[in-house]
């Protein structure tokens, strides 16, 4: 199998003076599902570098949860990191995939200004997805309906947000639903995995 590197939520328990680094368990079980397995980055960004250089990854998962700082989030500690794994997926072409958040993540890295949203915050959705229209979950408050500066839009709502998306030149892509929420796991999230993360360097 391949070892995919993912990013994790940070959750704030202030009572107890605590924040954590956290991933929903369905994320591991879609990902073994596909064919791989996760080294899962903690939200200190010296430390998960030198994960990454200890331990060769075939891609990137940047996953959902918290907002961006720029869009209300108080998780400043995962912006400079994604943002930094963005800029080493880069230099190294390697593959990405972010979901809901990572998705956005994606697009602030590449210049991208988002607008507030209303009504894509719902258990079903349904989007034209590589010209095929599927039912999906939706759980984000920003996004955009133009096309998202050097990526091109792969699926869309019916009023036009951005769901999906894919660089024009590197092995970057954005999903806006959540593949993991979904019971049992669809086919075709599982395929779509699989093809993203075929494009792993060797």
């Given at each position: 199998?391949?070892?995919?590197?993912?990013?994790?939520?940070?959750?704030?328990?202030?009572?107890?003076?605590?924040?954590?680094?956290?991933?929903?368990?369905?994320?591991?079980?879609?990902?073994?599902?596909?064919?791989?397995?996760?080294?899962?980055?903690?939200?200190?960004?010296?430390?998960?570098?030198?994960?990454?250089?200890?331990?060769?990854?075939?891609?990137?998962?940047?996953?959902?949860?918290?907002?961006l700082q720029r869009y209300g989030g108080d998780a400043p500690e995962r912006d400079a990191l994604e943002f930094a794994l963005l800029q080493k997926a880069e230099e190294k072409r390697l593959p990405v995939l972010g979901v809901c958040r990572g998705m956005q993540v994606m697009q602030a890295a590449?210049?991208?200004?988002?607008?507030?949203?209303?009504?894509?915050?719902?258990?079903?959705?349904?989007?034209?997805f590589r010209g095929e229209w599927i039912q999906v979950n939706s759980y984000?408050?920003?996004?955009?309906?133009?096309?998202?500066?050097?990526?091109?839009?792969?699926?869309?709502?019916?009023?036009?947000?951005?769901?999906?998306?894919?660089?024009?030149?590197?092995?970057?892509w954005g999903i806006m639903w959540h593949p993991e929420r979904l019971s049992p796991f669809r086919a075709g999230d599982l395929q779509f995995f699989q093809e993203v993360f075929s494009r792993c360097a060797q």
């Open positions: 199998m391949k070892w995919l590197a993912v990013t994790q939520r940070v959750e704030v328990h202030a009572e107890i003076q605590e924040r954590r680094d956290a991933l929903d368990q369905r994320w591991s079980a879609f990902l073994y599902q596909a064919g791989f397995l996760p080294l899962l980055l903690p939200n200190q960004l010296e430390l998960a570098m030198e994960m990454l250089t200890t331990h060769p990854v075939q891609g990137l998962l940047l996953t959902g949860g918290n907002s590449l210049g991208v200004e988002l607008v507030p949203l209303s009504g894509h915050v719902q258990a079903e959705q349904e989007v034209c984000h408050q920003w996004g955009t309906s133009s096309d998202s500066g050097p990526c091109e839009s792969l699926a869309h709502s019916h009023d036009g947000v951005i769901k999906a998306l894919r660089h024009h030149e590197l092995p970057w």
